[in-house]
């Protein structure tokens, strides 16, 4: 008997249903993770969206993870947005010692994780592009755990400023690597040479475009944060559509939005917006995206070159980031500023992704190390940036040994950077 007004079956899940699988799932094991009192919720994430994903139960099939990618795509599109607002050009140009030690700690962090992965016998094509996507530093982990303590002072912004530059030189070492990708692929020289220049060309020019709108409307708007706050997420999505019909890069285009939103907006009329809660829903979503995307046998053949890449990755930027003893800090708080920058998680994933779309054979082992270092990452991250942050004395009420100390960074001046907005309670693992 034909009744038409049943569903369908098996049913077709739909964009809605899938977006509630994902939300609910990751907050479950958010939440799982966070009672275990050693985890943060952003393991959590991973890990059930791992164990709902192709490698384990299959709940989450690879055409739904294809459908999820808008959201990944808006998740990433708020980070990089946040993180292109961190990064005053004309302040990094004078504070030469803290521009040496981003270009040192990326460059030894590049080296350390190319050499490593080596002796690995990874091909060099692969151990340089996921070592250019190692010096990548996660801006989403780094913010909250502040803005959750209420950090202020010098190595607060310092490291902020660190972790903003740390991902435009990997966007950068990562695009200079993109001819050798297509070359060792038999692209031929013409799309080696002229796609990376046109992806860089037209992705810098969409954001200048969208950053001038975005200033236009801004004047013309009121000044409130309701009305700011739509205005930004409009912005963002809509650079996120054009540069993906554009064929340019997303990630690219946002964070230079960010950056040219940021220094050409002289009269501050772009408030600095927090995303809040609206935004850790997209966050959710990328993180358990990311862990549906491990696949075991990867993980397994992986495992000791991924921490191999964690250790070499950390390694290379405490190297670098010493440069700092010559530009206020000492010797013990700038050793605490390279833990402020051990959490990797969204640029990387970004770059890990955008590989495997283009050739998923090539980045099959690359995504294994890669998203099983930030598994690494995102577990001790917070910790260590919490506990940097804490024994630095930059944290109210809390001195250099966990004590109170209002003293502790009195004598040095600390950097200028868009204020971080008060205390969010109970999103510190997110």
Do not use: C
Not at 165 to 182: C, Q, R
Not at 221 to 246: C, D, N, R, S, Y
Not at 312 to 323: N, Y
């Amino acid at each position: 008997m034909n009744w038409p007004f049943l569903p369908a079956w098996p049913p077709d899940f739909n964009g809605f249903v899938l977006f509630g699988l994902l939300m609910l799932a990751g907050l479950v094991g958010g939440e799982l993770a966070h009672r275990s009192g050693v985890l943060p919720r952003i393991t959590g994430f991973i890990a059930i969206g791992f164990v709902l994903g192709p490698s384990v139960a299959g709940l989450v099939t690879p055409e739904m993870l294809d459908g999820a990618q808008v959201f990944v795509d808006v998740a990433l599109g708020l980070i990089l947005f946040q993180l292109g607002r961190l990064l005053d050009l004309s302040l990094a140009w004078r504070e030469r010692p803290l521009l040496a030690a981003a270009v040192a700690e990326a460059g030894l962090a590049f080296a350390a994780v190319f050499l490593i992965l080596m002796q690995f016998d990874i091909a060099p094509i692969q151990a340089a592009v996921a070592a250019a996507i190692g010096i990548s530093s996660s801006p989403a982990v780094v913010l909250l755990v502040v803005r959750e303590l209420g950090a202020k002072g010098p190595l607060t912004d310092r490291s902020l400023m660190l972790v903003a530059m740390n991902n435009i030189f990997s966007f950068l070492a990562y695009t200079a690597l993109l001819p050798f990708i297509h070359y060792a692929h038999n692209s031929g020289w013409e799309i080696a040479v002229l796609e990376p220049l046109y992806v860089l060309g037209v992705s810098v020019g969409i954001a200048g475009v969208f950053s001038w709108l975005l200033l236009q409307l801004a004047r013309l708007l009121p000044k409130e944060e309701t009305t700011q706050f739509a205005l930004l997420i409009g912005m963002i999505v809509g650079t996120v559509g054009v540069a993906q019909l554009a064929n340019g890069s997303m990630l690219l285009s946002l964070l230079a939005l960010g950056v040219m939103t940021r220094n050409l907006d002289r009269q501050s009329h772009v408030l600095p917006v927090d995303f809040g809660s609206g935004g850790e829903i997209f966050f959710v979503i990328l993180f358990v995206v990311a862990g549906a995307r491990l696949h075991l046998s990867d993980l397994s053949s992986a495992g000791f070159a991924a921490v191999a890449f964690v250790l070499a990755r950390f390694v290379g930027k405490s190297l670098g980031v010493m440069i700092l003893t010559r530009g206020g800090l000492d010797v013990r708080q700038s050793a605490l500023t390279g833990l402020t920058l051990v959490p990797m998680a969204g640029m990387a994933i970004g770059l890990t992704q955008m590989t495997a779309a283009r050739y998923p054979e090539f980045a099959a082992t690359l995504s294994a190390i890669v998203l099983g270092a930030i598994v690494i990452l995102e577990t001790i991250g917070p910790v260590l940036t919490e506990y940097a942050l804490k024994r630095s004395g930059e944290v109210p009420g809390v001195g250099r040994g966990g004590a109170s100390d209002e003293a502790t960074h009195d004598a040095l001046a600390p950097l200028s950077v868009p204020p971080i907005d008060p205390p969010v309670p109970e999103n510190k693992d997110a």
